[in-house]
């Protein structure tokens, strides 16, 4: 791989978990503990960090296990990040992602780090297939370390991007929310469309 494949790589889990989207749901979230954000954001970006470490070591082991094929499962990796991608291109993430019950239950709990905010809103179950999809195509150890780095890189940004908050929701209006969430929706269609084409491509060979 080249450096060129490892910024698509960045750029495609960026936009999956979309974390500024998903600024003024935190602010909605902790909005009562306010003093505690500082330690909110530091708990999801680590929790991301985890979720994706795991679903880089034990990915391809559970498709195993399951007996399901890589291109199937990157069929179906697709299929879900598209519809993830249409919701984003209408401007809201969509009940994939979460639910109106879970809303409620984030607004009164105490810590919303975890639950909802690191899964299933930033590290759900696209940025989890994804991961996964990227590790089946690496070649070497090089080529695994920058993978890691990557998701890495995407917890940290995860961080920068919650820990100032409160900042980007003052400075940045609604609308320009909704046309970054927009930009990053097309980004993930465009995705969704090469792992969809690709999966068919080794599963029925005869479309080709």
Partial sequence: MDWNEYIQMF?????????ISIVPLYLSYTENIKSHRPRVARTTAIAVSLIA?????????IL??????VDA???????????????????????????????EEA???????????????????GVISTIILFNNQTEGLTDK???????QLLAMTVWIVLHFAPQIGDRMSRTAMNI??????????????????????????GLA
């Fill in 180 to 205: 970054t969430t927009r930009v990053m929706g097309l980004i993930l269609a465009a995705m969704s469309v090469e792992f969809i084409v690709g999966g068919l491509r080794v599963l029925l060979p």
């Fill in 107 to 125: 607004i009164e709990s105490a810590s919303v780090a975890v639950v909802p905010l690191a899964i299933p809103l930033i590290a759900g179950p």
């Fill in 145 to 151: 370390i920058a993978l890691f780095i990557i998701c």
């Fill in 73 to 103: 499962f990157r069929v179906a990796g697709g299929i879900l990040l598209m519809f993830i991608a249409f919701g984003m291109l209408q401007a809201h993430s969509g009940r994939i992602k979460h639910t109106p019950e879970e809303d």
């Fill in 53 to 61: 470490i795991v679903s880089l070591v034990l990915g391809q082991s």
């Fill in 64 to 69: 195993a296990f399951f007996s399901i094929s």
């Fill in 11 to 19: 750029v495609g889990l960026f936009a999956i978990s979309s974390p």
